[in-house]
């Protein structure tokens, strides 16, 4: 009896992970003004839902600004700074020209 209670709370516990739900996804833009410097960036004060939201505001961006021939953007997935480190560490980045 013991036993058998012990497997159902074991296969229970493993499964429930299975079933857990995905993860929020937030990304965050990263303007580079000058493509060439890739040290100097200008960070998004917020979160966009999606990489192709995060996307269009960089790109809407960079034309109000008059840089299209200059500036550059990534998108980083769930991005969180680090004292340490002293920069924003990403799950995922992506280029402007990568998806």
Known sequence: M?????????TVFLLSGCF????EEKWTAFIYPNKEDA?????????FATLQECK?????????QNLEDIATFKCGLNCKYHD??????????LSSVEE
């Open 2 to 10: 013991i036993k058998n209670l012990l497997i159902t709370c074991c």
């Open 20 to 23: 857990g739900g995905e993860k």
């Open 39 to 47: 040290k100097k960036n200008i960070k998004s004060p917020m979160t």
């Open 56 to 64: 269009e505001v960089s790109i809407l961006e960079i034309k109000k």
């Open 84 to 93: 340490g480190m002293k920069l924003e560490i990403c799950e995922k980045m």
